[in-house]
T-cell receptor, first 115, second 115 residues
Framework: QQQVKQSPQSLIVQKGGISIINCAYE??????FPWYQQFPGKGPALLIA?????SEKKEGRFTISFNKSAKQFSLHIMDSQPGDSATYFC??????????????FGTGTRLTVIP | DGGITQSPKYLFRKEGQNVTLSCEQN?????MYWYRQDPGQGLRLIYY???????QKGDIAEGYSVSREKKESFPLTVTSAQKNPTAFYLC??????????????FGDGTRLSIL
C-alpha cells in the first residue's frame, strides 16, 4: 500500500515554464513533508521541506504548497531550466520520540525541461 | 567534508553468491537506512537501524541482511536468497530518535547487476 501517491510519473516542460508535481497522503499523523531531487546515477538530495502548520514555503524558484484539509501537497518549479531535469520524490514522515521516524516516499516524477 | 560514502559504485553478482555493499557516514548520525530503487517504484525500505547493535526489517527485507557494529557503518549483504537483486541500492542516514522533521541524507548508491 502506497502511503504517499505522486503524480505525474513523467513531465515535460519548456524552458521558462512552471513545473508542477502533486502528492497526496491518507495518514493525518504525517508531520513532515520533504521533497528530494535525484540526478541519474546519484542519490536523492533534499530540495525543500514543509511542516503541516504552514500552507506554503518558498526557496528560490522552488515552492511547496500544502493543503492540509485535502491531504495534498505539491512542488512548483518556477522558470524551469534544463538543469532542473531530474527525478523528484515527495515523502512524508511521522515524528515519534522513540520510533524510527521513517520516510514514506512517492514513486517519483521524471522531469524533463526542454531548452 | 561530511557525508555518506557507498562502495563500490558498481557490483556484479554471480548466481548463488552473497555480496556485501558498504555504507559509511561521518555525519555522527545515529539512524541509518538501506533502500532499493527500481524504475517506476520509488524507494523501498530494506532495513533500518536507529542505534548501534540494533536494526529492524523494512518493507522488503527478505533475501537481505545487515549489521550495525559501529555507528559509522551499516553494511548490507544481498544473499543468494534474493532472486531478483538487480537494482540501485541507496544508503541514508538521519540524526536519530527524539528529533522531529529529520531529513535523510543519501549516498550516491551502488548499482548491482547479475552476471
Amino acid at each position: 500500500q502506497q502511503q504517499v501517491k505522486q503524480s505525474p510519473q513523467s513531465l515535460i516542460v519548456q524552458k521558462g515554464g512552471i513545473s508542477i508535481i502533486n502528492c497526496a497522503y491518507e495518514n493525518t499523523a504525517f508531520d513532515y513533508f520533504p521533497w528530494y531531487q535525484q540526478f541519474p546515477g546519484k542519490g536523492p538530495a533534499l530540495l525543500i521541506a514543509i511542516r503541516p502548520d504552514v500552507s506554503e514555503k518558498k526557496e528560490g524558484r522552488f515552492t511547496i504548497s500544502f493543503n492540509k484539509s485535502a491531504k495534498q501537497f505539491s512542488l512548483h518549479i518556477m522558470d524551469s531550466q534544463p538543469g532542473d531535469s531530474a527525478t523528484y520524490f515527495c515523502a512524508a514522515s511521522i515524528y515519534s520520540q522513540t520510533g524510527a521516524n521513517n520516510l514514506f516516499f512517492g514513486t517519483g516524477t521524471r522531469l524533463t525541461v526542454i531548452p | 567534508d561530511g557525508g555518506i560514502t557507498q562502495s563500490p559504485k558498481y557490483l556484479f553478482r554471480k548466481e548463488g553468491q552473497n555480496v556485501t555493499l558498504s555504507c559509511e557516514q561521518n555525519l555522527n548520525h545515529d539512524a541509518m537506512y538501506w533502500y532499493r530503487q527500481d524504475p517506476g517504484q520509488g524507494l523501498r525500505l530494506i532495513y533500518y537501524s536507529q542505534i548501534v547493535n540494533d536494526f529492524q526489517k523494512g518493507d522488503i527485507a527478505e533475501g537481505y541482511s545487515v549489521s550495525r557494529e559501529k555507528k559509522e557503518s551499516f553494511p548490507l549483504t544481498v544473499t543468494s536468497a534474493q532472486k531478483n537483486p538487480t537494482a540501485f541500492y541507496l544508503c541514508a542516514s538521519s540524526i536519530g530518535q527524539g528529533y522531529s522533521n529529520q531529513p535523510q541524507h543519501f549516498g550516491d548508491g551502488t548499482r548491482l547487476s547479475i552476471l
